[in-house]
């Protein structure tokens, strides 16, 4: 009886300190997101085994997932794109599974932001590692890891305590996070690079949107941009050499079997703009890799109807735009030929 007493208040103490935190975190701004992780990623990937000549996949960074929206994908071509986009991530690992490891000979439309297609081919490199990471736990991946995945959905879902993202924002909430968000004076005497918040919001199908608070909080959104100009004087330079190398090797591949590969340069700005243009000139990495992929190859500069669509945080676009960026990208490519609208055959 006792142990029966012990339990019950145990269990009761430990659902009023949950329920607490869940409403403390709620009373903050927070509300339930799926996490952003390896896990997800690799259920997206299990899709490409069965897919076939008619599907599209993206690859790419984090603009190629932002700015494509899945749904207004659909609405355009009739066919849900498999979205493999990972952020900050080099697209260069994940391409080279799918030409070396798979037997897909559909459409890929790679999303290239210079700063992460032309970094490196080292693998210990983040760029590079960030996806391979994904990749790697798309084949180690076990069953319990599976039901593990599939029976946390629920609970991301409603529980703002789930956030636990392998992103490391700094504004997750999992004890990690808030362990490390602890300081203890600067030890290395480098620049600590800024607060870097989560500002995306992830379906189950991998539809990534821009959040309100970055579009409507101009300080919020300059706490990104702070990063991103952080980022920017810490890369090293960029490895052009090896990286193109790399990919046209897979793309030769790519070609042999039929499949058919699109370049997207998507849209950035402001500052973010200025420092592509001085350290990735156009002329010397997209019209380069653009003569020598020799496939079809969209720039936004190109076309009225976006060259001037502008990124909150100067990197990715809002929900809005990214969805009206989507339905004029989907058009301009089925009026080329180079995608068949399945709605129309």
Request: proline fraction near 6%.
């Amino acid at each position: 009886m006792k142990l029966k007493q012990s339990f019950l208040i145990a269990l009761t103490l430990i659902i009023i300190a949950l329920t607490s935190w869940e409403l403390y975190w709620r009373s903050q701004g927070k509300y339930p997101n799926l996490n952003d992780d390896k896990a997800l990623w690799a259920m997206h990937r299990a899709n490409v085994e069965t897919a076939s000549k008619d599907d599209v996949i993206i690859f790419g960074s984090s603009r190629a997932y932002f700015d494509i929206q899945i749904d207004e994908w659909e609405k355009a071509t009739g066919k849900k794109p498999i979205q493999l986009a990972s952020p900050g991530s080099s697209p260069l690992p994940s391409f080279h599974d799918l030409v070396n490891n798979t037997s897909f000979n559909g459409t890929v439309i790679l999303g290239v932001t210079p700063g992460l297609f032309f970094s490196t081919t080292y693998p210990g490199a983040d760029p590079w590692s960030r996806i391979q990471t994904k990749v790697d736990h798309f084949y180690n991946r076990t069953y319990a890891d599976r039901s593990n995945f599939w029976l946390s959905i629920p609970l991301q879902t409603n529980l703002v305590l789930m956030s636990a993202d392998e992103e490391l924002w700094s504004d997750d909430i999992d004890l990690k996070s808030l362990l490390r968000r602890v300081k203890i004076g600067d030890r290395t005497g480098n620049p600590q690079m800024p607060p870097f918040y989560s500002f995306g919001d992830v379906r189950l199908d991998r539809n990534m949107s821009m959040t309100k608070r970055t579009v409507q909080d101009t300080a919020f959104a300059n706490s990104i941009i702070k990063v991103w100009s952080y980022l920017g004087k810490s890369a090293p330079p960029p490895d052009k050499k090896s990286t193109m190398a790399f990919f046209l090797e897979d793309l030769k591949k790519f070609k042999e079997r039929n499949g058919k590969l699109i370049l997207l340069r998507c849209p950035s700005s402001g500052g973010n703009r200025m420092g592509e243009n001085m350290v990735f000139p156009r002329v010397d990495f997209w019209d380069d890799l653009v003569e020598q992929s020799d496939v079809p190859s969209y720039h936004f500069e190109d076309y009225d109807q976006l060259k001037d669509l502008t990124c909150p945080e100067e990197s990715h676009l809002s929900k809005e735009d990214a969805e009206y960026f989507t339905r004029e990208l989907a058009k301009i490519i089925i009026e080329d030929g180079i995608i068949i609208n399945s709605k129309t055959k």
